[in-house]
């Protein structure tokens, strides 16, 4: 917000040709503002308003061309429940569906504790179903909400806090001590607490945007919060060596005509470290399966259940470009010959769906993670020890992407060809396996003393 006392205000402009003929103008600083009128009396008092502001001696807004107490009584008037569903209008035509979701998450969190009373406050429960469900759900917002639903939004829209008392940072702390919490008033899981706060620096980053603070700063960066330690490495417990994983996919394909059909989908995970959403949106025409040698898979976009209620088209999968990508790009990822020779045989096997798609239920549908889960969990306990059971070892079937891209380190691949074919960027690639990594240097440390001590033995 730039303020200036620097003000012009011209003569009233007429403009026959237009629906709003009667326009207002005048200069702020070096920035030129105007407004229409249809009628002529609307225009005089509009210009009346702003001389007698300029008489006042008030300072003016560059960017708005707005007087200081109108960019005041504008900033009181804006509820923090008002502006954040103004956020939600925004952002909800490009959001992924999984996105929306994770919006209303957090604002359904944080809304609750940025009221200016808690008389009559709803039930929690109640007030948590109203917020995410129809207050943060824009697909509902033409629906017509039950009576205990309407009348709880009724109350946070009545007592909700102005946008503008956010500038305090003890407010602040409101929706950040909020946020670090679940309903049972336990401690929020670190990536959750983290995610949400993300979610409230981007709704405070808008009000800054259309000025709804006396300065242009996000109140977040005024207040100092320490975000939850997160675990955010892998675990070495939890990454299979390649002959684990032989054993486990065996046991995926002893489990009858569901778990050969889900072999290669968990072989997709490890030899080609792909995600679950790519493996399941997985189509023929994205596969080089030659007689011999490597292969590679095309990916080009993944499937992920999201509900019906976040989706456009009211189904409950969304399929969406690869993640951190633009919408046509795609990811090669080359396949050993063994792979190749394990997807040959499941398309003869099993042939496709009718849209060309590898894996799928057994009526034809997407596959749903509790179904993949049951038999990789049944895969587990057939195969592996009782203290591997009860350990990290490959406990998810996501671990076997990471099992898959720790291979590749510990082989030696360039971490820059490791990062393009798990769809990481290196940054990320270093900070998701630290772990790893630290043993692959250890190995190349021997190496190196290995060698230096070749050269240090006397000829």
Partial sequence: MALTYDI??????????????????????????????????????????????VRRGEQFDEDTGLPVSELRA????????????????????????????????????????????????????????????????RNRWDQTPPPDIAQALRWVAKHSMPV????????????????????????????????????????????????????????????????PKAVEEVDPESVANPRQVRSLLAGVREQGTRGQHLEAFFGCLYYAAMRPAEAAALRSTQCHLPDKGWGTLTLRQGVVRAGRNWTDDGTAHETRQLKARAVKDSRPVPIPPHFVRMLREHLDTHGTAPDGRLFRTARGGLLQETGYGEVWARARESVLTEAEIVSLLARRPYDLRHAGVSFWLSSGVDPMECARRAGHSIAVLLKVYAKVLDRTREQANNRIDAALREWNEPE
Wanted: with cysteine; charged share 30%; glycine share 4%.
């Fill in 8 to 53: 012009r205000v011209y003569s009233l402009e007429v403009r026959k040709d237009r629906p709003k003929p009667f326009r207002v103008r005048w200069l702020v600083g070096e920035r030129k503002h105007s407004k229409s009128y249809k009628l002529k009396v609307q225009a005089d008092g509009r210009r009346s308003e702003i001389m007698a502001a």
């Fill in 74 to 137: 504008k900033q009181s008037s804006i509820t923090w429940y008002d502006h954040s569903r103004a956020y939600i209008d925004r952002k909800w035509p490009q959001a992924p569906s999984k996105s929306r979701k994770n919006y209303a998450d957090a604002l359904a969190t944080i809304t609750p504790a940025l009221v200016k009373s808690k008389v009559g406050m709803p039930d929690a429960t109640l007030l948590r179903r109203a917020l995410y469900g129809w207050a943060y759900n």
């Fill in 164 to 227: 503008s008392a956010l500038e305090d940072p003890a407010t602040v702390r409101l929706a950040l001590d909020a946020l670090s919490l679940k309903m049972d008033g336990k401690t929020a899981a670190p990536r959750t607490a983290k995610r949400k706060r993300a979610c409230l620096s981007d709704v405070l980053g808008l009000a800054v945007e259309e000025h709804l603070f006396t300065v242009p700063v996000n109140p977040l960066t005024t207040v100092k919060w320490t975000a």
